[in-house]
């Protein structure tokens, strides 16, 4: 399997091209599967309020104080989509939100109660995954090695961007 080059670029048989692409588009699917359980959750529970990507982004933050920067600089989100959710998650009483006292333009963002407990809820399906996981014996060595080519492909990746330019 071959990717098309553009002109003037050899063509060279990738040795671990047909992987590389495979664990490219397990990564798309999975990620999409996350969203699809955590919508399927929030199914059972009734909430209607806020969508799979803003959970994982009250998740994701934790008990920190943020910015909007910070939480697309570890790699969690894209720009626009990043300042849509936050927004929408301001409004619907999720995140509290507040200018920096050392840069006016920065916004600080933190969970509010509510953003508590619906981490919460998220940490709580996702803790019943690994139980169930570790249940069925599904997690061992060999995941281990699969989360270090996960690390190695996105250090890599993250090289990839920094040396464009």
């Not at 019943?128 to 990746?157: I, K, P, V």
Request: with cysteine; net charge neutral.
């Amino acid at each position: 399997m071959q990717i098309p080059i553009g002109a003037g670029e050899r063509q060279r048989p990738g040795r671990i091209l047909a992987g590389y692409l495979e664990c490219i588009a397990l990564i798309e699917r999975l990620h999409r599967l996350l969203l699809d359980v955590i919508k399927d959750e929030f199914e059972r529970l009734d909430v209607l309020e806020i969508n799979p990507v803003q959970a994982l982004l009250l998740f994701n933050i934790a008990g920190n104080e943020v910015t909007a920067g910070e939480l697309r600089s570890r790699g969690y989100y894209q720009g626009s989509n990043v300042s849509y959710n936050l927004k929408k998650l301001v409004e619907t009483g999720y995140l509290h939100h507040q200018r920096s006292e050392v840069d006016r333009r920065s916004v600080r963002i933190r969970l509010t109660p509510k953003g508590v407990a619906m981490r919460a809820t998220v940490g709580t399906l996702l803790n019943r995954h690994a139980e169930e996981l570790e249940r069925e014996s599904t997690f061992g060595e060999s995941e281990e090695a699969t989360r270090m080519t996960m690390r190695l492909l996105e250090e890599f990746w993250s090289g990839q961007i920094r040396y464009i330019y």
